[in-house]
């Protein structure tokens, strides 16, 4: 869900969570983050009053960050890959060399069908695996709150932390840990 990655100039990037408990804090709260020189394409909001957080100028999240179809479609092209080339071993010697397709061809075509197929599959799937930390506070959000995330350089998670607890001591400000990470995406993924 949350694992480390690359912002702009390869810099380590960690994903924050703000539970803000109504529009205008949340819409204060993304031009502070403006301020901060963090880009809109850092900041997304997820929340049932979305047509007013567009409206306002504020990003609404979208499939990528609310749900685990990115880490989905990786799993399936992990496991898609070799369970392909596989078969595709597993063809040759129960069929033979059917049309002059050899085993290298055979087993790098499944392997490459076993990708596609996994990356396919697994990303349907993880369309409707919600976000750890959406899965967390779905109540809140059901019952008006917004949860912002926001994608800050490593090096900088301590001074947006504070400024933005420093102004907005009501937000609820979080990031998903490894024993989350590990609930969310089953023991030995």
């Keep these: 869900m949350n694992a480390p990655r690359f912002g702009m100039g390869g810099r380590h990037m960690q994903r924050l969570y703000f539970l803000t408990p109504d529009l205008d804090t949340t819409v204060n709260i993304a031009h502070e983050l403006s301020d901060l020189e963090l880009t809109k394409e850092e900041v997304h909001v997820m929340g049932r009053d979305w047509k007013h957080l567009e409206e306002r100028g504020v990003n609404n999240a979208t499939l990528r960050q609310t749900s685990d179809v990115v880490n989905a479609a990786m799993r399936g ?23 002059g397709v050899g085993i290298v061809a055979l087993t790098i075509g499944m392997g490459i069908f076993g990708g596609l197929f996994g990356v396919w599959t697994s990303t349907m799937i993880g369309v409707s695996v919600h976000d750890v930390k959406v899965d967390k506070y779905e109540r809140e959000i059901n019952n008006g709150a917004f949860l912002m995330m926001v994608d800050v350089p490593n090096d900088r998670e301590r001074e947006i932390y504070s400024a933005i607890h420093r102004h907005h001591p009501e937000v609820v400000i979080d990031k998903v840990t490894s024993e989350e990470r590990q609930h969310h995406w089953g023991t030995g993924t």
């Design 77 to 99: 092209l992990k496991y898609g890959v070799p369970l392909g080339g596989v078969l595709g071993i597993l063809v040759f010697f129960i069929l033979g060399e059917t049309a």
